[in-house]
């Protein structure tokens, strides 16, 4: 019974609150790098005037070649002479920051240290090349600990660096990883680093 | 003493406990898999053809050449004297004839062999016949076994080791799992020809009961039909470990033995090969009960006949493996994978050639490549990319890092050529921009949102429908 007045209720819920996670298709950025001569890609999400948050495990180490591109607000890349490059990466939390030098976004995350119930209903945006335009997911807060956050929003290839939003927009994660039941290929949701866990990065 | 006791503590901790505690980590980490969720930009060539088969291996295949063989011999001895069919058909009718003479085949099988065997005689009794119940309970278990594509590729390598082809372990170990139950390719091809020239489990596949596992038995069900394996099989229980299993006939004999020596999925995977390079060459049912007609009336027309249908289906028949879903499936499984794609329109034309040239009749068969993506917005975007980096279709996965870094998103003005303005062509910037609008409202509508919140909070199919 639950579920169905959350299946009518959550819908309208959700389209007042379309154009604001749509807007946030915006924060979104596409990194390329490169590994075995195939190119592949992952998400980034915009924050501060400059800077990108991204995970590392599409980073084999600090001086990978790189590139950054953002087909929905295209100049917001300058082709500036200091080329992109990664300010904090670690693994263990697989959470990078780079910095993106005379860039100055309009555009950019506002974190957001909220705590979540179960009810809670968190975005997954991706990457948008590889994802279809910044498609964006719809899922529920699981659990979390002091740095990583469990939840069933859907992600997929491509997905990795990009966002994990609250109701109002505001990042709260960066979606890492798809944790899948070896025995049934069963999906047991995702996990993110939390924002939290930037500041430290950052130190 | 209290010291000797607190080492005898920390060596039990050390030996005993903490082991167990790694060991029990490490099954858990054992049962979940972590997937980074990379995403791959570069394309990958696919391939299709279009126009006839012209496909002549066939008459080089050792089954093909086996089987013309044994219609010319047929159709020879019917012109000139009594043929194997008809030896054949008498060895059959005999067998019935025991078998009604007895109540029914079962009762019949079940007499010849506590006669002739005392391996067939036990303290549970006879051998039973199977149910329909029995098969039910047993096939739904079976859920999980569709054979997947590294189970084709074996049986494949399985089927070709059985003929003689390459040289393989794994088909060296099914062969003599084969041989062990008399199912060696000289037993089947003697079995084929003359009852009399075969193994002591073919002549007489009810005096040798095979050790099978009820999901074995249950295979067979799922690829020949449940009322098969009612018809051709009896069993027991002796030991409540394995069944004892025995075959009514050679046919039924030869695929528990193929369930038994090459596994489950991997004798389903060889039953639909065989199903499809059958359909594949003879024109379906229909086709061969007519054949089957004209070759008992006159057996060289037969003959002909199976020989021009060949022609037809091996070589003149068409194929479109860019349009037609079965064809591509059963041509390989790059071009089923490019069909895919093509579908859904993320495969861009890089060449066309001829792919098959008869010297009288010219070019009898189509080639297309094309450069395929995951996502129809990075085919677009590959596209334009090309355009502006002025790079051929030569190659899939030639846009590199450093490209990238490069490239502009201005669109193009008229008169503007991409890659000396350095701009997005400016179709291709049109087209991208409707598909990330189109894809991102998609993700975004109130249908496919509710069916989001469907999936993540798990709600079986059953209810998704009811809830519809």
């Known amino acids: 019974m639950k579920r169905i007045i959350l299946l009518l209720i959550v819908p309208i819920l959700l389209l007042s609150n379309n154009k604001i996670i749509m807007e946030k298709r915006k924060t979104i950025v596409t990194i390329f790098t490169e590994e075995a001569g195939k190119t592949k890609l992952v998400a980034g999400v915009k924050f501060g005037t400059n800077k990108l948050i991204t995970c590392a495990h599409s980073f084999l180490n600090k001086h990978d070649n790189f590139a950054i591109i953002d087909t929905l607000v295209p100049d917001s890349i300058p082709k500036s002479i200091d080329k992109p490059k990664i300010l904090a990466i670690n693994y263990k939390k697989d959470i990078a920051i780079i910095l993106v030098p005379g860039a100055n976004w309009k555009n950019s995350s506002k974190l957001s240290k909220l705590k979540f119930t179960k009810d809670d209903l968190i975005y997954a945006i991706g990457s948008p090349i590889g994802k279809q335009g910044g498609l964006i997911t719809v899922g529920k807060f699981i659990k979390e600990n002091s740095w990583r956050l469990h939840s069933d929003v859907l992600i997929d290839h491509g997905n990795s660096g990009g966002a994990i939003l609250d109701k109002n927009g505001d990042l709260i994660a960066i979606s890492n990883k798809t944790i899948i039941l070896k025995a049934t290929r069963e999906n047991l949701g995702t996990y993110a680093t939390k924002i939290s866990s930037i500041y430290k990065v950052m130190e | ?468």
């Open chain 2, 1 to 468: 003493m209290s010291i000797y006791f607190k080492k005898l503590i920390s060596l039990f901790l050390i030996v005993i406990i903490i082991p167990t505690q790694i060991f029990a980590k490490n099954n858990i980490s054992h049962e979940i898999e972590i997937e980074n969720t990379l995403h791959i930009f570069s394309g990958w060539e696919g391939k299709c053809v279009s126009g006839k088969k012209w496909d002549s291996s066939y008459m080089s295949d050792p089954m093909t050449i086996m089987s013309y063989a044994m219609m010319a011999y047929n159709s020879y001895t019917q012109v000139n004297g009594t043929s194997l069919a008809d030896e054949y058909g008498a060895w059959s009718e005999g067998v019935s004839e025991g078998a009604a003479a007895s109540g029914s085949t079962g009762q019949a099988m079940t007499n010849a062999s506590s006669s002739s065997s005392s391996a067939f005689s036990n303290s549970n009794g006879d051998f039973l016949g199977i149910t329909k119940m029995d098969i039910f309970i047993v096939r739904t278990a079976m859920v999980l076994a569709a054979p997947e594509e590294s189970d084709y590729d074996l049986a494949d390598r399985l089927m070709k080791g059985y003929l003689g082809q390459g040289d393989d372990t794994a088909a060296q170990a099914y062969n003599t799992c084969m041989a062990s139950i008399g199912l060696s390719f000289p037993n089947m091809l003697g079995w084929s020809m003359d009852e009399n020239s075969t193994s002591e489990n073919l002549k007489a596949p009810y005096e040798h009961p095979l050790r099978m596992t009820t999901e074995q038995l249950a295979s067979i069900a799922t690829v020949f039909g449940e009322d098969y394996v009612i018809e051709n099989y009896m069993y027991n229980t002796e030991d409540n470990i394995l069944l004892n299993v025995i075959a009514l006939n050679g046919h039924s004999y030869i695929k528990a033995g193929e369930v038994i020596c090459a596994g489950i999925k991997v004798s389903k995977a060889m039953a639909h090969k065989n199903s499809k390079s059958n359909s594949a060459s003879g024109g379906g049912k229909g086709m061969a009960i007519a054949m089957m007609a004209v070759s008992m009336i006159c057996p060289v027309c037969g003959f002909v006949l199976k020989v021009v249908m060949d022609l037809y289906s091996n070589m003149l028949a068409s194929i479109n493996t860019c349009d037609n879903e079965q064809d591509a499936m059963e041509h390989s499984m790059l071009h089923y994978k490019t069909h895919k794609f093509l579908s859904h329109d993320q495969c861009h034309l890089a060449d066309t050639y001829c792919d098959k040239e008869s010297s009288w009749l010219g070019c009898v068969r189509k080639g297309y490549d094309y450069c395929c993506y995951d996502q129809v917005t990075t085919k677009i975007f590959a596209e334009g990319l090309k355009a502006q980096l002025n790079k051929n279709w030569d190659s899939c996965v030639d846009i590199t890092v450093n490209d990238l870094k490069d490239i502009s998103f201005r669109s193009c003005r008229e008169g503007e050529i991409a890659h000396i303005n350095k701009c997005f062509p400016m179709g291709k910037y049109d087209e991208f921009q409707k598909a990330l609008f189109k894809q991102a409202t998609k993700g975004i509508s109130i249908e496919g949102l509710t069916e989001q919140v469907i999936n993540s909070m798990a709600i079986d199919t059953d209810h998704k429908k009811k809830e519809k």
